[in-house]
């Protein structure tokens, strides 16, 4: 007898729960207003959202216009800003002027000619970036990366947001339940209660009984309620590869209204791990990630206060910790896990709110239709997911392996061999004498770093790859074009885009306009 899947419960609310509610609640929204599929999303009334993630992926554009979310609406409500990219400083020496950029955009002309050989072979004392996209100056400049007359969801330039996550989540929940259909319980989880076949056949709740449903997701956080305790799947730690486990977190007020909101993240390397500092339009988050093992708590406030300077007065900091890995499989049985419950890196490049829209996505897209498929669905899920782990693992690393510092114990630990994926010790070693490009070691559509990212690092922090200046001559007249293409954009952007702050006023006020 086949068993139709039909009722979805997603245990848990946050960015994890209520992001993937609407996402599988937009991809199937026929079926609910035809009363033949439900999405119940179990929140607890007692557990507070940790809220403090606050960078995205462009990806997010996409999602909330696919969920029909307004983004003048999201921009208002969630105290969202727009992030085209990041800013790294003191990552390769240390000094006061050790600063790149890994942008949103890509390498002018980068589906016809890889510029990254071509610039290497100029040695013009240009960055990286500056050579190949306009987007670093447009950031150092304090410019948005749209204009007001830009409709939604579109840019001039590409782009994600730096949003409040606390209000993020409150946001998703009326727009899930408002417009979506997603039925929303307020009740805390006594227990899991099992099928005689292994699966999960209801949650029990303190408030609302047992609830059932033929697919869970969840959503617990780090206590991974279902997949972990209940199913007991074990986790996976990579503390040997990424060394950060603690984070101190404070909300820092602007000095005035008009104090310029970046239009990056900015993250500076500390003694033993590193800062972000992220602008809001009402006030900046800025968090040192750090290695317990190298620094104590009370160090890490004292170099976290330093960087902040008169503004981290009487400012209280909020102590939070990371256990960097994730769950050996994702999906078992009729459970999949999403966000924390699935695992947690550090935020190095804000791959949290990322992994949980890409998980919803393929969960949404492939939706088991019966229960006699969805071990076959939950194999190619895990393979895929265990794939994006393990690229993003990498690219985190990449970061570290790269520096020239050599001024702490937790610099000096990063370089140790062991330490290194194999993989990536594999293409640093291919990058010694080819330069990474979208047709060699990245074939995968389920990439979650294009080989523009990995230039943007490599180059970024003084990599050299060995250029044979024979071999660029067939491609001389098209690196050529694009470096002009590159200077024409650039100056044409710097013209016509408006200042970050500047922006997000009108959008306050006027609004963008609708797509």
């Known amino acids: 007898m086949v068993r139709p899947i039909r009722n979805i419960v997603i245990v848990g609310g946050g960015t994890a729960g209520w992001l993937t509610a609407g996402v599988i609640a937009a991809k199937h929204r026929s079926r609910i207003v035809r009363n033949t599929f439900s999405v119940t999303l179990v929140e607890s009334p007692n557990t507070p959202i940790i809220g403090v993630g606050e960078g995205t992926w462009p990806t997010l554009r996409t999602t909330l216009a696919k969920m029909g979310v307004s983004e003048t609406d999201f921009i208002r409500e969630c105290d969202a800003s727009f992030k085209q990219g990041a800013k790294f400083a003191r990552w390769t020496t240390g000094a006061e002027d050790d600063a790149y950029y890994h942008p949103l955009m890509l390498p002018q002309g980068f589906s016809q000619v890889n510029l990254a050989p071509h610039w290497l072979a100029r040695e013009d004392g240009q960055s990286f970036c500056d050579a190949v996209c306009p987007q670093g100056q447009i950031c150092d400049e304090g410019l948005a990366p749209k204009t007001i007359a830009t409709p939604e969801f579109e840019g001039a330039a590409n782009y994600a947001y730096h949003l409040d996550a606390g209000k993020f989540a409150p946001f998703l929940q009326r727009h899930c339940c408002d417009t979506l259909g997603v039925r929303h319980v307020l009740a805390d989880v006594q227990r899991v209660e099992m099928a005689e076949d292994g699966d999960i056949r209801a949650i029990v709740t303190e408030q609302a009984g047992a609830i059932e449903g033929d697919l869970f997701v969840d959503c617990t956080g780090f206590r991974s309620l279902l997949l972990g305790e209940a199913l007991g799947v074990p986790f996976r730690d990579c503390s040997h590869i990424l060394f950060c486990d603690t984070a101190l977190a ?36 800025v968090g040192h990630v750090f290695s317990s093992a190298h620094i104590s708590d009370e160090a890490a406030e004292q170099e976290l206060r330093a960087y902040l300077g008169p503004a981290a007065k009487n400012l209280p900091v909020r102590k939070l910790s990371i256990r960097a890995g994730h769950r050996e499989t994702f999906w078992k049985r009729n459970c999949v896990a999403v966000g924390l419950a699935a695992g947690f890196l550090e935020p190095l490049e804000a791959s949290a709110i990322v992994l949980i829209e890409l998980s919803a996505k393929l969960i949404a897209e492939r939706m088991p239709a019966c229960r006699e498929v969805m071990d076959v669905v939950a194999s190619r899920f895990n393979a895929t ?65 294009p080989p523009a990212s990995y230039q943007y690092v490599l180059y970024g922090m003084g990599f050299r790859t060995e250029v044979e200046p024979d071999a660029l001559e067939g491609e001389a007249t098209l690196a050529r074009r694009a470096w002009r293409e590159n200077q024409q954009q650039t100056e044409r952007l710097r013209a016509a885009l408006p200042r970050h702050r500047d922006l997000i006023r009108k959008i306050a006020e006027r609004g963008l306009q609708p797509v």
């Open 250 to 285: 404070v909300q820092v007020p602007y000095e005035s209204e008009a104090s310029p909101i970046a239009s990056h993240t900015i993250s500076t390397a500390q003694s033993s791990g590193w800062i972000w500092d992220i602008g809001l339009p009402t006030r900046r988050g």
């Open 385 to 449: 997911t265990h794939y994006r782990w393990g690229r993003i693992i990498d690219f985190l690393k990449l970061h570290y392996v790269l520096t020239q510092r050599r001024d702490s114990a937790f610099w000096r630990d990063n370089l140790l061999e062991e330490s290194v994926p194999e993989r990536l010790q594999e293409l640093l070693q291919l990058w010694r004498h080819q330069s990474p490009w979208a047709f060699d070691e990245f074939d995968r559509i389920d990439e979650v770093f």
